[in-house]
């Protein structure tokens, strides 16, 4: 088992950025590929960025490459996504995940473990 504890999110101006984390606990989180999704008011929880068991490898939707950084540092047992250029449509709850497999996978359906969420609201 995994316990996943999201952070960072909070209100921030379009064109700001934020950094998110992801306190894993419990079994180890260097053991699973881990991701970030996020869910905005009556829409599907859809991907946003991903990294492999190693952090040699990282994805990311388009919607969000060259502007968001996802990285993990298996000593502190710590998920991070650094969001910058922030868009009004980043606006959404944020969800750290995680997956006993090595990569970084793109489905909500590949993650066993998922944190509460954390609100993230850009304003224009």
């Known amino acids: 088992q995994v316990q996943l504890v999201e952070s960072g999110g909070g209100l921030v101006q379009a064109g700001g950025s934020l950094r998110l984390s992801c306190a894993a606990s419990?079994?180890?989180?260097?053991?699973?590929?881990m991701g970030w999704f996020r869910q905005a008011p009556g829409k599907e929880r859809e991907f946003v960025a991903a990294?492999?068991?190693?952090?040699?490898?990282?994805v990311y939707a388009d919607s969000v490459k060259d502007r968001f950084t996802i990285s993990r540092d298996n000593a502190k047992n710590t998920l991070y996504l650094q969001m910058n250029s922030l868009k009004p449509e980043d606006t959404a709850v944020y969800f750290c995940?995680?997956?006993?497999?090595?990569?970084?996978?793109?489905?909500?359906?590949?993650?066993?473990?998922w944190g509460q969420g954390t609100q993230v609201t850009v304003s224009s």
């Open positions: 419990g079994r180890t989180s260097r053991y699973y590929a």
């Open positions: 990294v492999s068991l190693s952090g040699g490898n990282t």
């Open positions: 995940a995680a997956r006993t497999g090595q990569g970084a996978g793109t489905e909500v359906g590949q993650y066993d473990y």
